[in-house]
């Protein structure tokens, strides 16, 4: 990364963590995804255009499938995680309608903040980037975003514990089970987020989100 994501870089991570953190992931040989990406969910959806935020927990450790927005893989990508294989299935109970693939890249450029709770991840290590320091980024970019109204849809208990210091009246707040098979039949499963999102954007007079927009 040569400079900071526009309209970010002013967030005090940048320059008083990311330093020491970029020394760090470049030390690893193998940490995805690749440094291009790792930024790309800040880079698609600069803060004034944040309508809605989706956290995600780390990215996929699985090489290749890790595209810098949470939930998010490769348009070639088959068979989709499992997580994503769920979140395509709701979408259809909700809207009648899913991606015809798994990259998410329209969701961003429509003001759908898809980010991560950690922003590396090494191979087969899943969760071992969490303490590396990106809570410090991930604080401040919420932090941000709740400056203005926005739907926060927060599937698991981890995001939820994220975000709840950010969170307040002005704001639609979507909690439920994580879409993951050990979950989705808990909550996740019936609480048709995407449309009540979408019902509330459009109470306030802003454009709704075309979840099953083609890539």
Sequence with gaps: M??????????PFFAENWPALRDRLAARPMVEPAPAHRFRALELTPPGAVRVVILGQDPYPTPGH??????????????????????HAELR??????????????????????????????????????RWGWDVLVS???????????????????AQKVAAPHLGPDHLVIE???PSPLSARRGFFGSRPFGRVNDWLVARKDAPIDWCAPV
Excluded: M, Y
């Design 176 to 178: 439920t089970a994580h």
């Design 66 to 87: 890790a595209t810098g927005l949470a939930f998010s893989v490769p348009p070639d990508l088959a068979p989709l995680p499992r997580s994503l294989r769920n979140i």
């Design 2 to 11: 040569s400079a900071p994501p526009e309209g970010w870089g002013d967030l």
């Design 140 to 158: 401040q970019v919420l932090a941000r975003v709740a400056e203005r109204p926005c739907a926060f849809v927060l599937w698991g208990k981890h």
């Design 93 to 130: 109970d909700d809207l009648g309608c899913a991606p015809a693939n798994g990259d998410l890249t329209p969701w961003a450029r429509q003001g759908v903040l898809l980010l991560n709770t950690a922003l590396s991840v090494e191979p087969g290590d899943a969760g071992g980037h969490t």
